[in-house]
Every structure is written in C-alpha cells, then in structure tokens.
C-alpha cells in the first residue's frame, strides 16, 4: 500500500508541473505564449515519472491476481511503447533544452536502470 501512495503522489506531483487540465485534454495549451521546459520536482528523477507513477500503482497491489497481473502487463507495454513517440513529439516541441535533459537525465521509467 505504502508503494501505491508514493506511486499516486509521484503521478500527482508530475501532473501539477505539466498541468493538469492540459494533461487531461480539457484545456488546450495557450499557443500565444511560449511554453517553458522545466526539469524539476519529479522530472529530476525520471523523464517520465507519470508512467512511473502508474507501474507503482498497478504493481504494487497486495493481493495478485491473474487478470490484475495482466492488466498491470499491458499497460506498462503500452506505456513503454509510447516513450519513443512521447519524447519525438518533445524534442519537436523544446529541441535543444529536451536533447539537453535527454543527455543528462539517462533515466526514462526506471532509476538506475532504463
């Protein structure tokens, strides 16, 4: 359980720094005003600590069963699957400054590891 709290607050924390409702696809990003890159809080541990957040959650539940165990498989391939396209679209949009935090922040879903 302590695992799925540090997973859902992760994912909140990360979801505060991007925006929330901009997330969610309620509110559109103002494309009159430059949009900043910003590497804190979250970011500074992993590229995608969101994705991260969600492998906590769905990993770390007391009691496994099959199809929990299958959904926590699935959603984690897709969500390993979308970083290749993910990072494409932030590079398109911040270019330099993400090749930047590419470079310096090795880890995309897992310290230490990947």
């Given at each position: 359980l302590a695992i799925q709290l540090v997973?859902?607050?992760l994912?909140?924390?990360a979801a505060r720094i991007v925006g929330v409702w901009e997330l969610a696809g309620v509110r559109q990003p103002d494309h009159t005003k430059a949009i900043e890159f910003r590497a804190s809080g979250p970011f500074a541990i992993v590229r995608?600590?969101?994705y991260l957040g969600w492998i906590l959650i769905v990993f770390a539940t007391p009691v496994m069963t099959t199809s929990?165990?299958?959904f926590a498989v699935v959603s984690?391939?897709?969500?390993?699957?979308?970083?290749p396209f993910e990072e494409r679209s932030l590079v398109e949009a911040f270019?330099?400054?993400?090749?930047?935090?590419?470079?310096e922040m090795r880890w995309r879903l897992v310290p230490g590891l990947w």
């Open positions: 997973g859902v607050a994912t909140l924390r995608h600590p969101i929990q165990l299958l984690t391939a897709y969500l390993v699957a979308a970083i270019g330099d400054k993400y090749r930047t935090y590419q470079r």
